[in-house]
């Protein structure tokens, strides 16, 4: 029935996804009204992230003030108010540190944590996962099964158990452990895809023309692999900065400065402060920046799922 | 005699199914999808309708929205009537949902969620009883994680719990009395054939239907016709269970009232669309007194059947459970007793479609929809299905609405043939005058397109230039003109109206060449 | 094939996955620094006995073993054999945290009830409310009450659970706004009767209750009514904290299921039988919509007990995640290791009644 023609038309639209696509998935995801907020904050929170590699000026009064674990008398932390210049906006911590600025330097360094984390995980995930998809057999197998084990244990408890194991003395070992439990899950996802795109036409009719193996795998899996994996990353941009967060939280780690802007971190200083003198703030804003970025990632990759997916791609 | 004999024709002529002026849309976010554009026919007692077109011209549009079933969003039927046995199933359109058009892209519907809740509780009562469907996908169209049997059961149980419950009371309470008339009425009746009928409507009736080889065999026993009807007597009460029959009649009860409320609703809504404010006051008023009263008396029963809906059911399953077995075996299954327990996807095509079919006749609907009921099917299976079909119409009587694009099936199964090109119906016609004398340019098209004994080896088929349009910004005038090798300026600008030719009124066309009528779109 | 013989196969195929969970504990323990090892064996009084043990197979020359499990000398797969033989005889080590010094075994028997008991409930209360509401949300799809319930599922599953647990201890507990809740304990030392009764074993402050060593049901059944009381409160906070999380996780993708199989065929042939709309919700849509909620549910286990791990340590409830956190704060390594295998075992068998539930509702996987 199907010409040859169109079978070949089809190779090379799969080959090179035209920039329309992309544009198509853009505008789709821009419809979607939800997705397209949850887009536009992550988006605002990586320019703050990069403003800070930019031009770490701005900022670096207040951090200097921070790492050297802020003022060392005890004030009553100031509640928050616009009075005191824009650093106080979300009042005071410990040692009467201001948070906004603390704030913003902790998402420079967990959305660059993260995105490390995520992006590694994703990297060794796929490649394994397409690779042994591919070629099956004892490969497959062996990959498999070591994603099964991963599989056996809760992944924060796992994770405290490779913390433990690689003796964590610095933020740097939690992004180690991190990845080391997140490849699994890109290995699943993108061996499955793998498997179902290799009995299709168009890599039989390339494999018959005679392009070999490793390059069938790179040059036409991988692409179509992408399309999920893309949807997993974007939700595990919000699961990483949460779990990091919740590790740094728990605090097992022999940190050289405590007072590292972290996220997690914040909130525990902020905790001791709201239950020794009310100072609810403290964990209230840390506690927004989190949940709103979480929040923001979750619509994106909801809203990029249903515009990825072909049964609703018309 | 005269009068009576008129009378007879009107009836035979009634039309089991009618459709008015029939317009299907879908809101989509690429736009409105125009999928319907005024469709009318009628289908009488004991007819076969065909529906023939090419894929996406709206057949299984047409189809689902005489059932109203148009998922909703995307798709909303937006004018039209359907009238099934004198009632207008889809009720007041512009009632159940305004539809504010601001542009092709943004429309806005607002919806009457409490209107729609009795409307789908009316429809509840018509659909699987009255009009039935069977679908072109059958491995799509069955719960994947429900027995064949129990979904079979389902209608039968939702749509015959009065009569069970009757044939269950009289079984129950059986006298001397009514099997002695039994048996001299069989005896009364010499043809075998005839009297295996009889004594299946009698032990249906008599809820032990189960039985009824055993009844027959103990009337051709050798024994003396005393002993017969002894034995008949031994067997029979033999057959009482000794059920609750408090509770069966209040089963019967509460559906009885829900059979009424629902005609109570059936006339509110015919009311409501005369117009007709003191007849609307009357049945609500009705409709009060009866929820009233079923509340006060069954108030009890209900909740009871709540809790122990399980138990209270178990007469019911089972007798709803014999006749599903007996449609298994009415569709030809093979090993119907094994069937009956497996679930779908442990089934073949043709056997999925075989159990569909079941469902659908479950209740002995008046109106059958069968939208390409055999494309998923090989060759044979084709055949077979088909064949039971035509069985079936014979037995049953019921009117068929057949949906393919197999012309070939089309002059096999039906009485008569409509055509659709792009959401509009464009010819319909007996069997006969479609194939011999065809007169709508896209029909002719159609037919020049299948491959017939009488065209030579080699010679090409011919197939009408262009292509099916889009449906979202279809051509204005006749839908047909860009293809159209007829076309006049007319065809541009208006739309032909499907009217009778003035040498066959059997025949209708909608095309400028035959008449002048023009569509009136308001 | 019959539900009986896919369980069997299921509960068979348990033992390459637990060899999987050992050889992961195991080779986390090899890839303990040394020193780490002998360290943990200082504090402590029982370690003494494993550690001249040791040091007199050194002096021996032998192959020693430290605190009976730890074996350097041997190749590496005879060392597995030896740590999985010492497992099954029960000799998981020795731990000393703050809230806890002894036997690893003895403190998974001490702690592990509480931790059962937080999880029992908060799974309960989960389901008994994510059902009914994702199917109400999930049958009407982008409709107001739609939109409310989506905005409740994503703030649970996008709120961390110690920011959440943080939040909940500071209003409620002692010197919050509302004080209404205890902020630490799985429940009072004050509750308990003084001397306890027979079927409490204390040993120093720890209690273990019989039959069941979950202290709610047994203090109910033995009639404690101000015990159980106690325990209750102490349970509110953390069990609310987990419930969000969990019932957030599962309605969306009850929600997500309902949505999906209500555009499939078989929702179109019941409709067409005339079922009436609230039984096609329930029986045809909804019971397809589990499906895919079940595949998940797994992984949602796996965060249910992570969130478990850290509502202990927010709301200091001694139970295995605080026991976890608390032997990697202090460097315990059996501790650690124990606390994993345990976290792994619970997650492995539920799984498998996952699983189980799974061929139960859809029969397509049976074969
Ligand atoms: N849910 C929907 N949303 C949008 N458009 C729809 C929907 N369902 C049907 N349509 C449109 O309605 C038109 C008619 O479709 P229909 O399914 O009736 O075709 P058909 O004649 O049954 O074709 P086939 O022979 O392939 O079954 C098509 O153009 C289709 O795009
Ligand atoms: S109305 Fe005009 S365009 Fe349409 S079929 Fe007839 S001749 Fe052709
Ligand atoms: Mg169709």
Redesign the pocket.
């Known amino acids: 029935m199907e010409s040859p023609n169109l079978e070949k038309t089809m190779i090379q639209r799969k080959k090179h996804p035209k920039l329309q696509d992309y544009r198509f998935t853009l505008k789709l995801l821009g419809k979607n009204r939800l997705a397209a907020a949850g887009g536009v904050i992550v988006l605002v929170y990586f320019a703050i992230a990069v403003l800070d590699y930019v031009d770490p000026q701005y900022l670096q009064p207040y951090l200097n003030y921070i790492l050297s674990g802020g003022s060392q008398a005890f004030y009553v932390p100031l509640g928050p108010g616009l009075s005191n210049g824009w650093a106080y906006i979300f009042g005071e911590t410990e040692y009467n540190m201001p948070i906004f600025p603390y704030i913003l330097a902790a998402l420079k360094v967990d959305l660059t944590y993260t995105v490390f984390i995520v992006g590694s995980g994703a990297l060794i995930g796929v490649v394994l996962g397409t690779i042994s998809g591919y070629y099956g057999g004892y490969l497959d197998e062996v990959v498999m099964r070591i994603t099964d084990i991963f599989f056996s244990v809760p992944t924060l408890v796992l994770a405290l158990a490779i913390i433990f194991a690689l003796q964590a003395s610095s933020l740097l070992d939690i992004v180690y452990a991190l990845i080391i439990i997140w490849w699994p899950t890109y290995a699943r996802i993108s061996r499955g895809q793998a498997l179902s795109l290799k009995s299709m036409k168009y890599v039989e009719a390339s494999t018959a023309s005679g392009s070999s193996g490793l390059r069938n795998v790179f040059v036409h899996l991988m692409p179509n692999v992408l399309s999920p994996v893309m949807v997993q990353l974007s939700l595990d941009l919000g699961s990483v900065v949460g779990v990091f967060a919740t590790l740094v939280f728990i605090g097992f780690m022999h940190l050289p400065n405590p007072y590292i802007p972290e996220l997690g971190n914040i909130i525990v200083i902020g905790e001791s402060e709201f239950t020794a003198v009310g100072a609810w703030w403290a964990v209230l804003f840390p506690g927004i920046f989190l949940f709103i970025f979480v929040i923001a990632v979750n619509l994106l990759g909801d809203g990029l799922r249903d515009v990825l997916d072909p049964k609703l791609r018309r | 005699m005269i009068v009576e004999e008129e009378n007879l024709k009107k009836i035979e002529n009634y039309p089991y199914l009618s459709v008015e002026g029939l317009v299907t849309q879908f809101f989509t976010s690429g736009g409105i999808v125009k999928a319907l554009d005024g469709v009318s026919f009628n289908i009488k007692k004991g007819e076969v309708m065909g529906l023939v077109g090419e894929s996406g011209c709206g057949k299984s549009v047409t189809a689902t929205s005489v059932m109203d079933l148009i998922p909703d969003p995307p798709g909303r039927i937006v004018k039209g009537k359907i009238i099934i046995d004198g009632f207008n199933i889809i009720g007041d359109i512009n009632k159940l949902a305004k539809i504010k058009v601001k542009s092709e892209k943004n429309v806005i519907i607002k919806r009457n969620r409490k209107l729609i809740k009795r409307h789908n509780f009316i429809l509840s009562k018509i659909r699987g009883r009255t009009i039935s469907m069977i679908f072109q996908e059958p491995s799509l169209s069955l719960n994947p994680v429900m027995s064949v049997g129990k979904q079979i059961m389902e209608p039968i149980l939702l749509h015959n719990r009065i009569e069970i419950s009757n044939s269950i009371i009289r079984r129950e309470t059986i006298t001397k009395e009514q099997i002695r008339t039994f048996y001299t009425e069989a005896l009364k009746i010499k043809d075998a054939m005839e009297r295996r009928k009889y004594v299946n409507q009698w032990t249906n009736m008599f809820g032990v239907a189960e039985s009824q080889d055993s009844i027959l065999e103990l009337f051709n026993s050798q024994a003396s016709s005393d002993q017969i009807e002894r034995d008949l007597e031994n067997f029979l009460f033999g057959e009482i269970e000794g059920t609750n029959l408090r509770v069966i009649e209040k089963v019967r009860d509460y559906y009885k009232t829900q059979e009424e409320l629902f005609k109570l609703h059936t006339t509110l809504l015919m009311a409501e669309e005369n117009a007709d404010s003191e007849l609307i006051e009357k049945i609500s008023m009705e409709i009060r007194n009866l929820q009233r009263k079923s509340n006060k008396e069954l108030f009890g029963f209900k909740i009871t059947y709540k809790f122990l809906r399980k138990r209270i059911d178990i007469p019911y399953v089972k007798e709803a459970r014999r006749r599903a077995l007996e449609l298994l075996k009415l569709v030809n299954i093979a090993g119907a007793e094994r069937v009956i327990d497996s679930y779908p996807h442990e089934l073949s095509g043709g056997m999925q479609q075989r159990v569909m079919i079941a469902m659908a006749l479950s209740s002995k609907p008046k109106i059958l929809i069968a939208d390409e009921p055999t494309t998923a099917l090989d060759v044979t299976t084709q055949a077979q299905i088909l064949e039971l079909i035509k069985e079936l119409k014979i037995v049953t009587g019921t009117s068929i609405l057949f949906i393919t694009h197999d012309l070939g099936v089309v002059a096999e199964m039906c009485d008569k043939i409509g055509i659709m090109y792009a959401g509009n119906l ?1 010819e319909e016609a007996p069997v006969n005058d479609i194939f011999y004398n065809p007169k ?3 029909t002719i098209g159609l037919l020049k397109s299948i491959p017939r004994s009488d065209v030579k080896r080699g010679d090409i088929l011919e197939s009408i230039p262009g292509s099916v349009p889009n449906l979202i910004t279809p051509p204005s ?5 860009p293809r ?1 090798s ?3 300026d ?2 541009e600008t208006n739309k ?1 109206k499907l009217v009778e030719l003035d040498d066959n009124k059997n025949q209708k066309v ?4 035959f008449s002048r009528e023009v569509e009136s779109s308001e | 094939m019959e539900l009986r013989y896919f369980v069997l196969r299921r509960v068979l195929l348990l033992i390459p996955t637990l060899a999987g969970l050992l050889i992961l504990v195991f080779a986390l323990f090899m890839s303990l620094p040394h020193s780490l090892l002998e360290l943990s064996l200082f504090p402590g009084i029982p370690h003494n006995a494993a550690l001249e043990e040791a040091q007199g197979a050194q002096i021996l020359g032998l192959p020693y073993t430290l605190n009976g499990v730890y074996h350097p000398g041997l190749p590496l797969p005879l060392q597995f054999g030896k740590y999985v033989v010492r497992l099954f005889q029960g000799n998981w080590g020795y731990m000393t945290v703050p809230i806890y010094s002894g036997s690893v075994i003895g403190a998974i028997t001490t702690f592990f009830p509480n931790t059962a008991q937080l999880v029992i409930i908060a799974s309960i209360l989960a389901i008994v409310i994510s059902i009914p509401l994702g199917t109400f949300i999930g049958a009407r799809p982008n409709t107001i009450s739609d939109h409310v319930g989506r905005i409740f599922t994503f703030i649970g599953y996008a709120i961390p659970a110690f920011v959440l647990g943080t939040f909940l201890l500071a209003i409620f507990s002692k010197g919050g706004i509302i004080p209404i809740f205890p902020s630490a304990n799985a429940f009072s030392a004050s509750a308990i009767p003084n001397p306890p009764p027979s079927w409490m074993l204390s040993s120093g402050d720890l209690f273990i209750t019989s039959p069941t060593h979950i202290v709610l049901v047994d203090s109910l059944l033995h009639g404690d009514l101000g015990l159980a009381w106690n325990t209750l409160m102490h349970t509110i906070l953390p069990v609310l904290t987990l419930t969000y999380g969990l019932l957030a996780g599962i309605m969306r993708f009850i929600r997500a299921g309902m949505v999906d199989s209500a555009r499939q065929e078989y929702v179109k042939t019941a409709r067409s039988e005339g079922v009436p709309e609230r039984i096609v919700i329930r029986e045809h849509i909804r019971r397809n919509a589990l499906i895919p909620t079940i595949t998940v549910m797994g992984l949602i286990i796996a965060s249910l007990l992570g969130g478990v791990v850290v509502v202990e340590e927010v709301f200091s409830y001694p139970g295995m995640g605080l026991l976890t956190v608390q032997a990697a704060v202090q460097t315990q390594v059996y501790g650690v290791l124990g606390t994993t295998l345990v976290f792994g075992l619970i997650l492995v068998l539920a799984n498998l009644i996952v699983d189980v539930i799974y061929a139960l509702i859809d029969p397509r996987i049976r074969y």
């Open positions: 464009v709508h340019p896209y005038g006749c839908r047909f003109h159209c007829f076309k006049m007319i065809c032909p909608a095309c400028f060449l």
